[in-house]
């Protein structure tokens, strides 16, 4: 062996061991105590702290607040209302005599009602109610988008843990391997480009190592961003997954048309447009009106507004009206409530079919993904029966380094997609709750 191979192969040697150590610091550090979060505690902490689920809750308590027969114009209305005038005349008759000034006081109070204004009151309140079931559905739609997006992040976590894990075991594999070629060397069984390559191929695990350590951090800190709580805050996942069997289409579409978020919202569009235009229409009736009152008036000579000697008086009113013409503005108004049904209808529908195909689609992808996974486990099986048998060989030096290689990548590989094939079929299976409605319930299960 060459005087410049010895020396290559020496700094190699000592600079393989650098990213194994930083692979041992940041495995020293990932046994650290952390907080056991299962996937029921973090959808718990993102309903009770998540800002969109906060806000959503709030546009929900507004929506609802506004449900009142006073809003909707139900209830008579009681005024209060005082005031003074001062008046200041000169008096001529035949000579001029003198000045005069008059003050009067007055105080009243007055209660008026709508009795009849073509039912456009009525309708009024059916409108707020129908914005308040609206406004309920809408923050349930939010809520679901939040669950969603809480169980996507906490599998990423549990994703990337896993690959983490397997970066791990690669890496001490290439490890073990490296430190037989070593021993072999120094007994004269393994040249140097063994030795080599055993550290060129430790040196890309460590590599891929310290990049899904990264990739874990960076899932960590979108789940707790989610979960509204810091950044940095350390923590472990569950990597159980249980799947839930017997989903039929039929059945599912069914449970969507009647719980589906979306479409309930589409559906109440439509109710909303269909009572502005009885709304509008209402303008086409005369309204009738009400109103009694109590008041205190008192004149006084000169400057003095009080109420000390007040002459009490009741009034009462009826009065009917009813608008001619307006510049044809009640027509527009029906007009446009008459299209805005007819696109609410269009929308409806839309709406409809989008659940439907939605619901087909996500259905087979979520079936497909859990073929997908079962032949990724059943790959699994030939990847380690094919990794022990070939490192069998290899320790007796009747396989090559690069058919151990292959074994090895292979191994980790299957053990990579089986861990992605397991959360993304999950995924698919909330995403179909969703759907169907039955998001929050099934969470609860």
Same mark, same amino acid.
């Given at each position: 062996?060459?005087q410049k191979?010895i020396?290559?192969?020496e700094?190699?040697?000592?600079?393989a061991?650098l990213?194994f150590?930083?692979g041992?610091i940041?495995?020293?550090?990932?046994?650290?105590?952390?907080?056991q979060?299962?996937?029921d505690?973090?959808?718990?902490?993102?309903?009770?702290k998540n +800002?969109?689920?906060?806000?959503a809750? &709030?546009?929900?308590?507004?929506s609802?607040?506004n449900?009142?027969?006073?809003n909707?114009?139900?209830?008579?209305?009681?005024?209060v209302?005082?005031?003074f005038?001062y008046? +200041?005349?000169?008096?001529?008759g035949?000579?001029v005599t003198?000045?005069s000034?008059m003050?009067t006081?007055s105080?009243e109070?007055?209660?008026?009602?709508?009795i009849?204004?073509?039912?456009?009151?009525i309708?009024?309140?059916?409108?707020?109610?129908t914005?308040?079931?609206l406004g309920?559905?809408?923050?349930?739609?939010?809520?679901?988008?939040?669950?969603?997006s809480?169980?996507?992040a906490?599998y990423d976590v549990?994703?990337a843990?896993? +690959?983490?894990?397997?970066?791990k075991e690669s890496?001490?594999?290439s490890?073990?391997?490296?430190?037989?070629?070593?021993?072999?060397?120094e007994f004269?069984?393994? #040249? &140097?480009v063994?030795v080599l @390559?055993?550290?060129v191929?430790? #040196?890309? %695990?460590?590599?891929?190592?310290?990049n899904a350590?990264?990739?874990l %951090?960076?899932?960590?800190r979108?789940l #707790?961003?989610?979960l509204?709580?810091?950044a940095?805050?350390?923590?472990?996942?569950s990597?159980d997954?249980?799947?839930?069997e017997?989903l039929?289409?039929?059945?599912?579409?069914?449970l969507?048309?009647?719980? @589906?978020?979306?479409?309930?919202?589409?559906?109440?569009n439509?109710?909303? @447009?269909?009572?502005?235009?009885?709304?509008?229409?209402a303008?086409?009736?005369p309204?009738?009106? &009400?109103?009694?009152?109590?008041?205190?008036?008192?004149?006084?000579?000169?400057?003095n507004?009080?109420?000390? %000697?007040?002459?009490k008086g009741?009034s009462?009113?009826?009065?009917l @009206?009813?608008?001619?013409?307006?510049g044809c503005q %009640?027509?527009i108004?029906t007009q446009?409530?008459?299209?805005?049904i007819?696109n609410?209808?269009?929308?409806e529908?839309?709406?409809?079919l989008?659940?439907l195909?939605?619901?087909?689609?996500?259905?087979?992808t979520?079936?497909n993904?859990?073929n997908?996974?079962?032949?990724?486990q059943?790959?699994l099986?030939?990847?380690?029966?094919?990794f022990t048998?070939?490192?069998?060989?290899?320790?007796?030096g009747?396989?090559?380094v690069?058919t151990?290689?292959e074994?090895?990548?292979n191994?980790? +590989?299957?053990k #990579?997609?089986?861990?992605?094939?397991?959360?993304?079929?999950?995924?698919?299976e909330?995403?179909?709750?969703?759907?169907?409605?039955?998001?929050?319930?099934?969470q609860r299960?």
């Amino acid at each position: 062996m060459s005087q410049k191979t010895i020396f290559m192969f020496e700094s190699l040697k000592k600079a393989a061991w650098l990213p194994f150590i930083l692979g041992l610091i940041f495995f020293h550090s990932d046994l650290a105590a952390q907080e056991q979060l299962s996937l029921d505690n973090a959808l718990e902490l993102a309903l009770e702290k998540n +800002q969109s689920v906060k806000v959503a809750r &709030a546009e929900a308590e507004i929506s609802q607040n506004n449900v009142h027969l006073g809003n909707a114009g139900l209830l008579p209305s009681l005024d209060v209302s005082t005031g003074f005038s001062y008046q +200041q005349q000169r008096q001529i008759g035949n000579v001029v005599t003198s000045n005069s000034a008059m003050t009067t006081t007055s105080a009243e109070i007055e209660a008026s009602y709508t009795i009849f204004n073509g039912l456009k009151n009525i309708y009024t309140l059916q409108k707020l109610k129908t914005a308040g079931t609206l406004g309920d559905l809408q923050a349930r739609s939010t809520i679901e988008e939040i669950v969603v997006s809480v169980s996507e992040a906490y599998y990423d976590v549990a994703n990337a843990h896993e +690959q983490f894990l397997y970066a791990k075991e690669s890496l001490e594999i290439s490890n073990q391997r490296l430190a037989r070629a070593k021993k072999q060397s120094e007994f004269g069984q393994a #040249n &140097a480009v063994d030795v080599l @390559s055993a550290t060129v191929d430790l #040196n890309t %695990d460590s590599v891929s190592y310290l990049n899904a350590r990264l990739n874990l %951090d960076k899932a960590k800190r979108t789940l #707790n961003v989610l979960l509204n709580r810091d950044a940095e805050m350390d923590f472990s996942v569950s990597s159980d997954v249980a799947f839930r069997e017997g989903l039929k289409l039929e059945a599912l579409k069914e449970l969507a048309l009647e719980n @589906s978020a979306a479409y309930l919202i589409a559906k109440k569009n439509l109710e909303q @447009s269909e009572l502005e235009l009885k709304i509008a229409r209402a303008a086409y009736y005369p309204e009738l009106s &009400a109103s009694v009152g109590y008041g205190l008036t008192e004149y006084a000579n000169g400057f003095n507004p009080t109420l000390s %000697d007040p002459i009490k008086g009741v009034s009462a009113s009826v009065s009917l @009206s009813m608008n001619l013409f307006n510049g044809c503005q %009640d027509a527009i108004t029906t007009q446009n409530a008459a299209i805005t049904i007819n696109n609410n209808e269009q929308l409806e529908e839309k709406a409809k079919l989008e659940l439907l195909r939605d619901l087909s689609n996500t259905l087979q992808t979520y079936q497909n993904s859990r073929n997908v996974l079962n032949f990724q486990q059943q790959n699994l099986k030939s990847a380690e029966l094919n990794f022990t048998r070939t490192k069998e060989l290899f320790e007796v030096g009747q396989a090559t380094v690069t058919t151990f290689r292959e074994a090895q990548l292979n191994l980790i +590989q299957a053990k #990579n997609n089986i861990s992605a094939a397991k959360y993304d079929a999950k995924v698919y299976e909330l995403q179909l709750m969703r759907l169907a409605g039955k998001l929050v319930d099934y969470q609860r299960k």
